[in-house]
């Protein structure tokens, strides 16, 4: 819908506009494919899936087989070659750039699986990056960051810059950063293949009680069965398609 415009978008809010009736993340018939020099290599193929708000999605699939194209499509990121993605009721498919912008810095929290810190501000000042972008209030920053330092058991480490924290540490900030915002949708890409197994289960045990706490709605992608265990629903991208829960599960 090209009539939908940066203010708009801007006035999107999870309080005004999620509801129960509401998914958060609506995708019809979504296609994307890379042009290989005069052939075209597809990746997703016709995909159409709801997320409403409160759930928990775990999205499997070997590697290649496409997590990181869809992820990257919901976050506005890049665009499909043909299909519909509704944020909140909302055609991102169909937004412009400047509102895709602003809609992407007040619903989405986006967890990298390489943390993408930036190295020259500190814990602090990383976690409150998505308030500054939304000019949220000093006072309210200050605030909001202390309170998720402390839940995030980065206290101590407030003042200190990326490269002097431990893989956990980093991976920590940027759940936090994520999540500081109050996003109605967080993308998670493969949060703990990047950590050992036990520090990537404190990890993710703590973005799923965050999440949780807060009640809004989580894509998270990854290779281990064991993690998606703390999802609501499991959806597994095979040949470009998608399979309603993971081969082998008991659940
Ligand atoms: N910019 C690009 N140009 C061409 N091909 C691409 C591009 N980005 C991704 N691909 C291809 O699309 C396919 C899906 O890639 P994607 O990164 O989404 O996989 P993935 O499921 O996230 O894999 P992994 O588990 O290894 O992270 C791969 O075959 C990849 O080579
Ligand atoms: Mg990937």
Known sequence: ??????????????????????????????????????????????????????????????????K???????????????GRIELLGAPIT???????????????GFVYQFFN???????AENLALPLELNRTPVHERRSRTRALLTRLGLDRRANAFPDQ???????RVAIGRALIHEPALVLADEPTGNLDAETGERVLALLAEVFRERGRAMILVTHSLAVSRIADRVLTLEQGRLIDAAPGLSW
Request: glycine content about 10%; some cysteine; proline content about 5%.
């Open 1 to 66: 819908m090209a009539g939908v415009t940066t203010t708009q978008a801007g006035n999107l809010s999870p309080e005004t506009t999620a509801s129960e009736a509401q998914p958060t993340v609506r995708v019809v018939g979504l296609r994307k494919g890379y042009r290989e020099g005069t052939s075209r290599h597809s990746v997703l193929e016709s995909l159409s899936f709801d997320v409403r708000p409160g759930e928990c999605v775990a999205l499997l699939g070997r590697s290649g087989s496409g």
């Open 68 to 82: 990181s194209t869809l992820l990257n499509l919901l976050a506005g990121i890049d665009r499909p070659d043909e």
């Open 94 to 108: 169909d937004l412009t750039e400047p509102a895709l912008t602003l809609l992407r810095r007040r619903c989405i």
């Open 117 to 123: 810190l930036i190295p020259t501000l500190t814990v």
């Open 165 to 171: 924290l431990s893989g956990g540490e980093q991976q």
